[in-house]
């Protein structure tokens, strides 16, 4: 059974930083691309960032390009977002997700988290 599994939202100023994790299980994570996306309220879900298997290669869309930086820990099965210089438009719901193949944005995800709320107000 897969099970992605988010932490670490909250609320933060701007400019402030929020690292988000996840805790994934139920498959073989090591062998797998995983990505970020978010859903700010009354839009679309959004594609926020990729990496590779081995954690070498990453794509970040534009939007946090510089400022958010997707990793993850093979060993413990867990996926990282640091976000720094937080903006209010950076404000939703992030999910932490398992996508069927590579692509800016992958074609299709075949599993998702439960998302995490993250609010960046002053």
């Known amino acids: 059974q897969v099970q992605l599994v988010e932490s670490g939202g909250g609320y933060m100023q701007p400019g402030g930083s929020l690292r988000l994790s996840c805790a994934a299980s139920g498959f073989s994570f090591r062998d797998v691309t995983m990505s970020w996306y978010r859903q700010a309220p009354g839009k679309e879900r959004e594609w926020v960032a990729n990496i590779g298997n081995f954690g070498i290669a990453t794509k970040h869309a534009d939007s946090v390009k510089g400022r958010f930086t997707i990793s993850r820990d093979n060993r413990n099965s867990m996926l990282y977002l640091q976000m720094n210089n937080l903006k209010p438009e950076d404000t939703a719901v992030y999910y932490c997700?398992?996508?069927?193949?590579?692509?800016?944005?992958?074609?299709?995800?075949?599993?998702w988290g439960q998302g995490t709320q993250v609010t960046v107000s002053s």
């Open positions: 997700a398992k996508p069927v193949s590579w692509g800016t944005p992958p074609a299709r995800v075949e599993y």
